[in-house]
Nanobody
Framework: QVQLVESGGGLVQAGGSLRLSCALS????????MVWCRQPPGKEREFVAG????????FYADSVKGRFTVSRDNNKNTADLQMNALTPEDTSVYYC???????????????????WGQGTQVTVSS
């Protein structure tokens, strides 16, 4: 059974940093794109960042570009999201997600991925 589990969320002051981690079980991560999405309170889920299955290419929403960094460790079967310079507007439930198929491209801006983690809450106080 393929499963994604996020960790690392919490409460942080504006300007602070958090690092989220997504662990994949049931399948090797090395052949699949990994993306991070978030759902702010009362809003729709939105794309945040993605990394190609090779790890060579990363993609970011304009709202997080220059502040967030997505990475992957195929040996550990994990994908991380380093979040710096956080603002209250970053307060959301953050999800990692992936396609069911292997070797697919990152669809920047899309939240149409088949497999999702349970989410981790990030709250940024002003």
């Amino acid at each position: 059974q393929v499963q994604l589990v996020e960790s690392g969320g919490g409460l942080v002051q504006a300007g602070g940093s958090l690092r989220l981690s997504c662990a994949l079980s049931g399948r090797t991560i090395s052949s699949t794109v990994m993306v991070w999405c978030r759902q702010p309170p009362g809003k729709e889920r939105e794309f945040v960042a993605g990394i190609s299955w090779t790890g060579a290419t990363t993609f970011y929403a304009d709202s997080v570009k220059g502040r967030f960094t997505v990475s992957r460790d195929n040996n550990k079967n994990t994908a991380d999201l380093q979040m710096n310079a956080l603002t209250p507007e970053d307060t959301s439930v953050y999800y990692c997600a992936k396609d069911l198929d292997q070797y697919t491209p990152v669809r920047t801006g899309s939240t149409q991925y088949e497999i999702w983690g349970q989410g981790t809450q990030v709250t940024v106080s002003s």
